[in-house]
């Protein structure tokens, strides 16, 4: 009974481990996947109310794009998330043209190009313009369709321009800021041909930095990793490698390093890898067969921003305030759960071994009683067995004369005693036993 019971606790142990590790798991993933999701909803709302070019209106109407701004900005939850708002040009001859936002006279006035956006020039550089319709003008120039490519340029359009005019915008990550391509700005007042076609215009939105480090992201890592006294985990967002920028931190002496006992990392830009089961989330322990609420991380959970490359991409990284990973915790709680599982199965058959020789000490005791009560019985019987023959003699007249009378007697009165004696030392030993003998102790010399 033992050993099955061994067996059974070692596999009910495995089990309700397994259980642990995966609801564990599973609730650090979905707190995660909340974080990046409300994280992404700032980028979204300005995606959407500054996205989709004029719509059939002159690309040159710049005062759309500061009528939109201004919408945002009411109804933001963060407004100073946008730092500048611009309207670029890149044009190879280095007559690059930039118009800013007055946020004063809520028009876009022309600037000298920004030097913080200067890593952007190329980048604008090599993507073709795009229509209305949000095609690449070069396809419409070949008469191919955008899904075809068969040039670096066209890969890249293929990349950067989606079907949907308000997706397809990209994240730069080391400014930080949004930008998209202006649909139908092909041939406006403000751009000028670049060796032998046209050249495109660009919503550019550079972003807060401070206001991501300082505001949002500590108000997401509040929301998502609070615990009754304060957070449970250590959170921090890291950003670059091989240079590492620590954006965030909830520690001071978190993230500084790369953290190898992480419980779970997340590209936060980061694309799925492998669209059945890959996953911009590592967590500590993978369900089985990616079953539950954590399936749902392998999806790309924001279409409207495209990739952003890995030595540019942010990292959420978070670890268990308790010290060590929480797969460390789930393998320890295991070894702790059968340590004493078989701790109370060796008590169980400590305690049988104690019933059987408690049990064996209770039948030789009882033996013992036995033969005590036959020692007794014997002991009484020899001095009843001689009175009772004196007086059955004396009753019956066999005892004659008053010497042989005296005789009697004296027998009589012997055995009386003795009976008496044993009578006592009985009534003794009960008392002893029973804890009512009192002794009266003194010195002696011996």
Known sequence: VVIILAVLQYRWSNQISEATGIRLADSLQMSMINWHSDFFRAFSEICFTMG????????????????????????AATPDLI???????????GQNHAFQLNRTTRRFEPVEWPAELDSLLEVLRRAPPMTVSGTPASDIDRGMPAALPDTPDQEFADRFYPVSPLAGWRFESTIPALLHPIAGSTKTSSTAPSEGRDTQDWIVIELNRKTIEEHILPELAQRYFQGTNGLDYQVAVVAGSPRRHVMYS?????????????????????????HTLGSPIQIFHKPSQNKGSAAFAGISWFPLLRDVPENQDWRLIVRHRRGGSLGAFVAEMRRRNLAISFGVLFLLVICVAMLIVASSRAQRFAKLQMDFVTAVSHELRTPLTVI????????????????????????????????SGLVEQILLFAAIREGHQRYALRALKV
């Open 52 to 75: 989709g070019g004029p719509g059939g209106e002159a690309g040159s109407d710049l005062d759309l794009y500061a009528r939109r701004y201004q919408e945002w900005r009411n109804v």
């Open 250 to 274: 909830s520690d001071s002496d978190f993230a500084n390093e790369d953290v190898p006992d992480a419980d779970g990392t997340m590209d936060v830009f980061g694309r799925v890898q492998d």
């Open 83 to 93: 730092s500048q708002l611009y309207v670029l040009n890149p044009v190879a001859n």
């Open 388 to 419: 009772s023959s004196a007086a059955d003699n004396i009753a019956h007249g066999v005892v004659g004369g008053k010497q042989q009378l005296a005789q009697y007697g004296s027998v009589i009165g012997n055995q009386a005693r003795k009976l």
